[in-house]
């Protein structure tokens, strides 16, 4: 599967910002979607993940009740609905997809990776 990421950009705390990965190649709903984010030196973040119906969702702890992971399984696409931006969250973006279960928050465990979105967020 191709992941391609969209939706990043130059932001102002408080501000919001919608991000995009649109998925081709594979049948989408075989795969279980996440979001993760680094900053250059740290290891990646987990961020978000859904499982194949989008009932089930996981958040990492930096960002519970201001993110929120969806999809459309009808357009092969999963959102990243980021509210009340704040400095820290500046960060590259990255779409990431696997088959299996859902449930992981380590990104050894997703196969399929994108090519990432850059959020910057000025204080």
């Known amino acids: 599967v191709q992941l391609v990421e969209s939706g990043g950009g130059l932001v102002q705390a408080g501000d919001s910002l919608k991000l995009t990965c649109a998925a081709s190649?594979?049948?989408?709903?075989?795969?279980?979607m996440a979001w993760f984010r680094q900053v250059p030196g740290k290891e990646r973040e987990f961020v978000a993940g859904?499982?194949?119906?989008?009932?089930?969702?996981e958040y990492g702890n930096a960002v519970k009740g201001r993110f929120t992971i969806s999809r459309d399984n009808a357009k092969n696409t999963v959102y990243l609905q980021i509210n009340s931006l704040k400095p820290e969250d500046t960060a590259g973006y990255y779409c990431?997809?696997?088959?299996?279960?859902?449930?992981?928050?380590?990104?050894?465990?997703?196969?399929?990776w994108g090519q990432g979105t850059q959020v910057t967020v000025s204080s």
């Open positions: 990431a997809a696997t088959r299996g279960s859902f449930g992981y928050t380590d990104r050894t465990y997703y196969k399929y």
């Open positions: 190649g594979d049948i989408f709903t075989a795969f279980v």
């Open positions: 859904i499982g194949w119906s989008g009932i089930s969702t």
